[in-house]
């Protein structure tokens, strides 16, 4: 079986109707929908089969739903397959589905987890202060010393996502933002994204978030990883249960190096990729980050039943 390297996508990804055609096919995908609604008080199930898309959309139902459909595809995929990944790693939220799926979290801790992270995460940062923008084709060489200079305080703009050679996600406070995107004019990026997300996520702002989030991880069962866990922070891969709280919290207010990660996995022998879970936005960037090696989005059951080759 070729090294494979499962990803887990993170906020965004998210469609009304994800997970539906799974659900209808496995009494223990209805069982996971089923299980999320009870613990969570909502209806998880209708959320991300019929939304309304505004409510899909708010980061503390967003989290938990894609974490749920992230982990029925991962189930299916496991018992369809058999298939035993060499490294696992996920994009921001996808970390946590990463982490379930390799049993450090149950899936009911994995769930009232992420659903809380979403809500600190939305009450971090008064609506309108802080935000996120995505530069693509931008230079960090250029972009980090302009982020220095203009930074103070809590009027920041940091980079948050290093997703490619290709993109940078900047955070911080909007009016830091909008003038780094106006200083940066000229430094040869394409264009700049303003995206529509509640908060400045992966920056110094949700430093107060990720103090809340650290005891409520500390209060949470820890199980033995199965597989080594790929993490945002350092791009590093491990099986420590001890040291995943302390990335969790870095993650909060750190960038995510997605980049690195993605190389790192090449560079440890991964021969395929499979994004498991809605869209197929890290399949896109991975092809862009290692070329060479196949990627393939996971979600479907045809594109379930399509893995047993390619694994061979």
Known sequence: MKRTGVIFPGQGSQYIGMGKDLYERFDYVRDLFTA??????????QLCFNGPEDELRQTYNTQPSLLLTGYAVWQVLKKQTGIEPY????????????????????FEEALVITRKRGLLMEEACPRGKGGMVALIGADMNKVEPVLKEISHDDYVAVPANLNSAEQVVLSGDTGALKEAVEKLKG????????????GPFHSPLMRAAADKLKSELAALSHGELSMPVVYNVDATPGKDRGSVDDKLYRQMFS???????VRKMAAEGVEL??????QKVLTNLVKR?????????VEKFEEIESVRELTA
Do not use: Q
């Not at 430094?187 to 509640?198: I, M, P, R």
């Not at 990729?273 to 809605?278: A, Q, R, Y």
């Open 87 to 106: 490294l696992v790693a996920g994009h921001s939220l996808g970390e946590y589905t990463a982490l379930l799926a390799s049993g450090f979290f149950t």
């Open 289 to 297: 980050i290692v070329p060479d090696v196949p990627c393939i989005n």
């Open 36 to 45: 999320a609604d009870r613990v969570l008080g909502i209806p998880m199930t």
């Open 273 to 278: 990729f499979l994004e498991v879970g809605p």
């Open 255 to 261: 960038p995510v190096l997605w980049e690195r990660c």
């Open 187 to 198: 430094t040869g990026y394409k264009k700049a994204v303003f995206l529509n997300v509640s």
